[in-house]
């Protein structure tokens, strides 16, 4: 139905190869690299020699849509190399330089950032010599609803000042991380969708705070989500990404192709748990038979596949449609594949737990981490509930163009 170009089952090809000569070995030595360090936030070596292996063999940048920038591929060409990808979700992504949130990060400064902007942020990001974040979430507010954004970005002569709180700010305790963009008021005053801007800020600056990271479900991630305190922090004018009052439309330009990205990584995760349910059921007996010949796991097993393939299909007709009609017009669809495939992965995941008993919640299996941060999918790029609100406005919509326009 959705037919690749010979470009990108050329790259399916030669990723595939990546993963499995280098990624997949490279797990163990990446633990234990981690283990050794003693810090949760170590930048191991194994992982810049995946980087320079990926660059050699030309699979670096390779979810840019700007062939100024990276090999230009369709979101639909790009779709199945992010499902690769998330296979080995803590690895694989950074190797390539395809990580979020670097990746959204360094859309927008593309479309978005001054000269000035891509010399000293762009380049250093997509030559994998830095790192970004992107404050956006707040601790004292209900994130989900952008408006209430409440950090504070007031123009002084020549500058601005930032005070604010910010939270869930990932990759803020990654090693390389040197820039943050933030999203903040520079209009309390203005209309709502008006009111707030993005800005370039480098995490050195005084006055930025970095002051704990967070963990998911128990789980120290080595990017880090951190909590960051604004006072009083002063920026250059030029510090501002296209005008005061456009940080919604930035954002929405961000997060359109990042949501498909993240989707994408999770079926790839559906897909290495169903692979370790198979192999588990298999090679393990009980009350005299294989697992895998028990009536309930072989339901199990076709359930996954049959909601794997159904989350599949709905993501690359959102890329398909983001391709040729626009993000705009994809709103449902994007909406859509970013509730149904981190449920699917879920459930496919949380069988494969099921299955591998008390080794699936531990840290021998990869599963028990890839539920924790399945999980916190939906939530990020907005909770299930903003989708489904925007499923429904448009469906209702569709039947009566006037609905909620009513005085």
């Known amino acids: 139905m959705f037919e690749f170009s010979e470009r990108a089952r050329r790259y399916q090809e030669d990723l595939l190869t990546f993963m499995d000569e280098h990624v997949y070995p490279a797990e163990s030595i990446y633990h234990a690299q981690m283990t050794e360090s003693g810090d949760p936030h170590f930048h191991p070596p194994i992982l810049e020699e995946l980087k320079t292996e990926a660059r050699k063999r030309g699979l670096w940048n390779l979810f840019h849509p700007h062939p100024e920038w990276g090999p230009g591929l369709t979101n639909l060409e790009y779709a199945p190399l992010a499902e690769i990808m998330g296979r ?179 079926i790839g995760m559906a897909e290495r748990a169903l692979d370790l349910m198979i192999d588990r059921a298999q090679s393990r007996t009980t009350f005299g038979a294989p697992v895998a010949d028990r009536a309930n796991i072989q339901d199990w097993i076709a359930e996954s596949r049959i909601e794997i393939e159904m989350a599949r299909l709905l993501t690359l007709k959102a890329a398909y449609l983001m391709d040729t009609v626009g993000n705009r017009n994809a709103r449902v669809e994007i909406a859509a594949i970013k509730v149904a495939a981190p449920e699917v992965a879920l459930k496919v995941v949380d069988r494969a737990i099921q299955v591998h008993g008390g080794g699936g919640v531990s840290e021998d299996f990869p599963l028990a981490s890839m539920y924790a941060h399945l999980r916190t999918l939906r939530l990020a790029d907005g909770p299930d509930e903003v989708h489904k609100r925007t499923i429904a406005q448009m469906e209702l919509r569709r039947r009566d163009p006037s609905w909620g326009k009513r005085k």
């Open 88 to 266: 080995s979700a803590h690895l694989a992504p950074e190797a390539t330089n395809c990580n979020a949130p670097d990746t959204g990060n360094m859309e927008v400064l593309t479309l978005f950032g001054t000269p000035e902007h891509k010399e000293t942020w762009l380049r250093p990001l997509l030559d994998g010599e830095i790192a970004s974040a992107f404050a956006m979430t707040e601790p004292a507010v209900a994130s989900s609803d952008a408006t209430n954004i409440e950090l504070r970005m007031r123009p002084d002569g020549d500058e601005y000042v930032l005070n604010g709180r910010k939270w869930w700010t990932s990759n803020a305790l990654h090693k390389n991380c040197k820039v943050l963009i933030v999203m903040g008021k520079t209009d309390p005053d203005g209309p709502v969708h008006r009111q707030q801007s993005m800005m370039v800020v480098p995490i050195d600056t005084p006055g930025v705070t970095v002051l704990r990271n967070l963990p998911v479900f128990g789980y120290q991630d080595r990017e880090g989500h951190a909590e960051v305190v604004f006072e009083n922090v002063r920026v250059p004018r030029t510090a501002l990404l296209a005008g005061e009052g456009d940080g919604f439309m930035i954002s929405q330009a961000r997060l359109g192709p990042g949501r498909i990205h993240h989707c994408m990584r999770a």
